[in-house]
């Protein structure tokens, strides 16, 4: 029995969290007013009593530990069943029997980070259903499925299974007063409890006398805003697109204009594209695609590994890139940047898209470009030599950032007049999220760089996030936006840092800048031809 426990959540006045799935907390979801550093815990997945110890490292960062609860988020049939709960650390906890929910009431105010063991005890029963295995919950489940006002049942007198049944042949008799086969009925009373909850609302009448259609509730399940788990990377105030249904029974589709979610799932991408994607091994897979491709998923970057290689960086292809990464300089205002010395390409893009990152994953030299997940980590303008030959710029990123206004400013304006007056910087990698696509930010600079004739490259980052199809689109959609676009250099890139998928391509590309043979193609995909899905030496062009 999987999954009993499926999701438990921490959360502070709604807003800090940390999510636990298929038993082990594997998201941690943070706000200013504190951060959960590390989660902990195994949760039940047999029948049984059990108890468990829920470890939190906690970092509050005002009061706001005293409105702390743990929550199952996602309520499985069970969740009606007593919990109990001690705690070990600081505070209390006053266990809600009866609702799941356990509250520990904290009685710190310190700014420290703590931890807090509390003991769970949690018993869950067998599935309804099964033999000798009959539970309050199982009652309790029925009585929810009773409507409202039937009088078919009596609450005193009858059970769980009792009031079902009666409920189901007076249900039956309004709405099939002499068409219930007899073989339906047999199945019926035949089928188990959970497969008896399906067919109740199976049989729940579409259509009233008058032959009107009536409006079936669609079950919503309201996800936690910043939760992406189950959405396509899209954005999240159009995730769900429900067509109303007119009394005529006609889907309205031209009243309501077209969400922007639904307008992205019409793309269409080309099968160059969707090949490409296949044959490298982009977007979300599985470790199991990754290990039949003959990758080992436990290496850093593992995509970038030519399969059976030992020494990494010695399959470096580009010679470029294997040369030492050396940090030369940090530049906060336009006098300090350092002297035009060097051929330099620039990482331009959204605060936390993955400039640091796709540093040091191209030159598979970790840590020399500091990374965080948190917006705004690089504010200065920073200098990184390859050999004596090129100059990888990391710029600070613009959009959200945890940084004051007036700094925020002042790097942003920095960025604008080096891409645009910068005598040596051959090419701007302008990173877009895959996940989110161009936004108005990243527009504001094309144009600039437009005027400015500076060139630049689309690279798409993150990709190990998005399902194959959905990149296909966002790279198709990019694409069609920037169509027109004359500084525009061609191929759009899909990397990601974190699979190492697509950075030999990056490199190939990147390497021309140095050569001197870099191009501007019209509109095109680049496709690996060669023996391994990574070893790309030769590069075609789509149009
Ligand atoms: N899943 C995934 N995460 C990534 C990838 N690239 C970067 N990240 C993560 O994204 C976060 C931000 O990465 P950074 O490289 O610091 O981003 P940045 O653009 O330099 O951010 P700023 O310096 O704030 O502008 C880090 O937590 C990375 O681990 C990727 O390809 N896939
Ligand atoms: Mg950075």
Same mark, same amino acid.
């Given at each position: 029995?999987?999954?009993?426990?499926?999701?438990?959540?921490?959360?502070?006045?709604?807003?800090?969290?940390?999510?636990?799935?298929?038993?082990?907390?594997?998201?941690?979801?943070?706000?200013?007013?504190?951060?959960?550093?590390?989660? %902990?815990?195994?949760?039940?997945?047999?029948?049984?009593?059990?108890?468990?110890?829920?470890?939190?490292? =906690?970092? !509050?960062?005002?009061?706001?530990?005293?409105?702390?609860?743990?929550?199952?988020?996602? =309520?499985?049939?069970?969740?009606?069943?007593?919990?109990?709960?001690?705690?070990?650390?600081?505070?209390? *906890?006053?266990?809600?029997?009866?609702?799941?929910?356990?509250?520990?009431?904290?009685?710190?105010?310190?700014?420290?980070?703590?931890? =807090?063991?509390?003991?769970?005890?949690?018993?869950? %029963?067998?599935?309804?259903?099964? %033999?000798?295995?009959?539970?309050?919950?199982?009652?309790?489940?029925?009585?929810?499925?009773?409507?409202?006002?039937?009088?078919?049942?009596?609450?005193?007198?009858?059970?769980?299974?009792?009031?079902?049944?009666?409920?189901?042949?007076?249900?039956?008799?309004?709405?099939?007063?002499?068409?219930?086969?007899?073989?339906?009925?047999?199945?019926?009373?035949?089928? #188990?409890?959970?497969?008896?909850?399906?067919? %109740?609302?199976?049989?729940?009448?579409?259509?009233?006398?008058?032959?009107?259609?009536?409006?079936?509730?669609?079950?919503?399940?309201?996800?936690?805003?910043?939760?992406?788990?189950?959405?396509?990377?899209?954005?999240?105030?159009?995730?769900?697109?429900?067509?109303?249904?007119?009394?005529?029974?006609?889907?309205?589709?031209?009243?309501? !204009?077209?969400?922007?979610?639904? #307008?992205?799932?019409?793309?269409?991408?080309?099968?160059?594209?969707?090949?490409?994607?296949?044959?490298?091994?982009?977007?979300?897979?599985?470790?199991?695609?990754?290990?039949?491709?003959?990758?080992?998923?436990?290496?850093?970057?593992?995509?970038?590994?030519?399969?059976?290689?030992?020494?990494?960086?010695?399959?470096?292809?580009?010679?470029?890139?294997?040369? #030492?990464?050396?940090?030369?300089?940090?530049?906060?205002?336009?006098?300090?940047?350092?002297?035009?010395?060097?051929?330099?390409?620039?990482?331009?893009?959204?605060?936390?898209?993955?400039?640091?990152?796709?540093?040091?994953?191209?030159?598979?030299?970790?840590? *020399?470009?500091?990374?965080?997940?948190?917006?705004?980590?690089?504010?200065?303008?920073?200098?990184?030599?390859?050999?004596?030959?090129?100059?990888?710029?990391?710029?600070?990123?613009?959009?959200?950032?945890?940084? #004051?206004?007036?700094?925020?400013?002042?790097?942003?304006?920095?960025?604008?007049?080096?891409?645009?007056?910068?005598?040596?910087?051959?090419?701007?990698?302008?990173?877009?999220?895959?996940?989110?696509?161009?936004?108005?930010?990243?527009?504001?600079?094309?144009?600039?760089?437009?005027?400015?004739?500076?060139?630049?490259?689309?690279?798409?980052?993150?990709?190990?996030?998005?399902?194959?199809?959905?990149?296909?689109?966002?790279?198709?959609?990019?694409?069609?936006?920037?169509?027109?676009?004359?500084?525009?250099?061609?191929?759009?890139?899909?990397?990601?840092?974190?699979?190492?998928?697509?950075?030999?391509?990056?490199?190939?590309?990147?390497?021309?800048?140095?050569?001197?043979?870099?191009?501007?193609?019209?509109?095109?995909?680049?496709?690996?031809?060669?023996?391994? !899905?990574?070893?790309?030496?030769?590069?075609?062009?789509?149009?």
């Amino acid at each position: 029995m999987p999954g009993c426990f499926s999701r438990l959540c921490l959360r502070t006045s709604g807003r800090l969290r940390a999510a636990c799935q298929r038993g082990f907390i594997s998201d941690v979801y943070a706000s200013p007013q504190g951060s959960i550093s590390t989660v %902990a815990d195994q949760i039940a997945k047999t029948p049984g009593e059990l108890e468990r110890n829920l470890t939190l490292s =906690f970092k !509050p960062s005002s009061n706001t530990l005293k409105q702390t609860s743990i929550v199952p988020e996602k =309520f499985a049939w069970h969740s009606r069943l007593p919990l109990s709960c001690s705690d070990r650390g600081v505070g209390s *906890v006053l266990p809600f029997a009866g609702q799941g929910i356990l509250y520990p009431f904290a009685s710190s105010t310190s700014l420290r980070t703590e931890n =807090f063991t509390f003991r769970v005890h949690y018993s869950v %029963a067998h599935r309804p259903g099964k %033999a000798g295995s009959k539970s309050r919950v199982q009652s309790d489940r029925n009585t929810r499925l009773q409507p409202r006002g039937t009088g078919s049942t009596r609450r005193s007198s009858q059970t769980g299974k009792t009031r079902l049944k009666v409920l189901q042949k007076t249900d039956r008799k309004r709405a099939f007063p002499s068409s219930l086969s007899p073989s339906k009925s047999r199945h019926v009373t035949g089928v #188990k409890e959970r497969g008896k909850r399906r067919l %109740a609302s199976s049989l729940k009448p579409e259509s009233n006398d008058d032959g009107e259609r009536i409006k079936r509730r669609r079950k919503r399940i309201k996800a936690h805003p910043r939760d992406i788990t189950f959405k396509r990377g899209l954005d999240p105030d159009t995730s769900s697109i429900s067509l109303p249904v007119s009394a005529s029974g006609e889907k309205a589709k031209e009243d309501k !204009p077209l969400s922007q979610n639904a #307008k992205f799932r019409q793309i269409e991408p080309s099968r160059e594209l969707l090949r490409q994607i296949e044959e490298n091994l982009l977007g979300r897979r599985r470790l199991l695609e990754w290990r039949r491709a003959g990758f080992d998923p436990t290496r850093t970057s593992p995509l970038d590994d030519v399969p059976g290689s030992k020494d990494s960086r010695a399959q470096i292809q580009e010679t470029v890139f294997r040369q #030492k990464l050396t940090f030369i300089a940090a530049a906060k205002i336009a006098s300090s940047l350092p002297p035009t010395r060097y051929t330099e390409i620039a990482f331009a893009g959204r605060s936390n898209v993955g400039k640091s990152s796709l540093i040091n994953s191209l030159t598979r030299q970790w840590h *020399v470009a500091r990374t965080s997940d948190k917006p705004g980590l690089t504010q200065t303008i920073n200098f990184f030599t390859l050999g004596n030959q090129l100059c990888l710029v990391d710029l600070p990123g613009y959009g959200f950032a945890f940084a #004051k206004d007036q700094v925020k400013e002042n790097w942003e304006e920095l960025v604008q007049e080096y891409v645009t007056s910068r005598p040596n910087l051959k090419r701007v990698c302008l990173l877009v999220d895959a996940k989110w696509g161009l936004k108005p930010r990243d527009q504001q600079l094309i144009q600039l760089m437009e005027s400015s004739r500076t060139r630049y490259q689309i690279i798409l980052t993150k990709t190990d996030l998005l399902p194959p199809l959905d990149l296909a689109r966002r790279a198709t959609q990019i694409l069609q936006i920037l169509k027109d676009h004359r500084s525009l250099i061609q191929p759009l890139i899909m990397v990601s840092s974190k699979s190492g998928a697509g950075l030999s391509h990056l490199r190939a590309s990147l390497a021309r800048v140095v050569s001197g043979d870099s191009q501007v193609f019209r509109g095109g995909f680049i496709l690996a031809t060669s023996c391994g !899905p990574l070893r790309t030496d030769t590069l075609m062009v789509f149009p």
